[in-house]
């Protein structure tokens, strides 16, 4: 189950995430198992992360992003172009979603 977080929780992350550099990035090939297992483990270790998703078509970029967030439990935060911000708490707990 994807985490949830309110309006006020997610754009705090999109702000967190402004300095962040692409930490994965999804192709022609597509959402691949490796990509899901890429994007997991870069959530398990920083538990905010950027990632570049390139489609032709807005619709397709805009589905694979719920995909991703989907398959990984994450929350999409946001997204700008082809890029998502994405977050799921470890337990490590680094970052605080904030009220």
Do not use: H, W
């Not at 994807?2 to 967190?16: H, I, K, W």
Request: hydrophobic share 35%.
């Amino acid at each position: 189950m994807p985490t949830e977080l309110n309006s006020r929780q997610r754009a705090r992350m999109r702000g967190l995430a402004m300095n962040l550099k692409s930490l994965a990035s999804i192709g022609r090939q597509g959402l691949t198992p490796g990509a899901i297992r890429e994007i997991s483990s870069a959530l398990d270790r920083d538990e905010l992360i950027k990632v570049r998703v390139t489609a032709d078509e807005r619709e397709a970029r805009a589905a694979l992003m719920e995909e991703i967030a989907t398959q990984t439990g994450a929350c999409l935060c946001g997204a700008t172009g082809n890029t998502a911000v994405y977050f799921r708490p470890s337990d490590k707990k680094l970052i605080s979603p904030g009220d």
